[in-house]
């Protein structure tokens, strides 16, 4: 099984970002899915989850409204699009599995399968 996540850069404030995660070894469709995020110093937060395509989708307070979480089962791929990033987006982001119970899975130790993580570097 493997999570891999891509799509991190340097953006400027206000910018936007779209973030993928590929899966392999198992079929993305039968998983709740999950993005963290780790800045320097802090610990790893939740970002964002969801555990059915057209299910209801948990955003942290700091994200909702800015940022997206989706999936496309036929391309075994989840994404996270973030739009006005802040300098305080600034961070490694990591996407997460577990296969689905039909519960929203909020915590990072609920998680099976993590994504090596991408840099996302807000900054002028």
């Known amino acids: 099984v493997q999570l891999q996540a891509f799509g991190g850069g340097l953006v400027q404030p206000g910018g936007s970002m779209r973030l993928s995660c590929a899966a392999s070894g198992l079929y993305l469709a039968d998983y709740a899915i999950g993005w963290f995020r780790q800045a320097p110093g802090k610990e790893r937060e939740g970002v964002s989850s969801?555990?059915?395509?057209?299910?209801?989708?948990y955003y942290a307070d700091s994200v909702r409204g800015r940022f997206t979480i989706s999936r496309d089962n036929a391309k075994n791929t989840m994404y996270l699009q973030m739009s006005n990033l802040e300098v305080e987006d600034t961070a490694v982001y990591y996407c997460?599995?577990?296969?689905?119970?039909?519960?929203?899975?909020?915590?990072?130790?609920?998680?099976?399968?993590w994504g090596q993580g991408t840099q996302v570097t807000v900054s002028s």
């Open positions: 997460a599995a577990v296969p689905g119970d039909g519960r929203l899975h909020l915590k990072e130790h609920e998680y099976d399968y």
């Open positions: 969801i555990f059915s395509r057209d299910g209801p989708a």
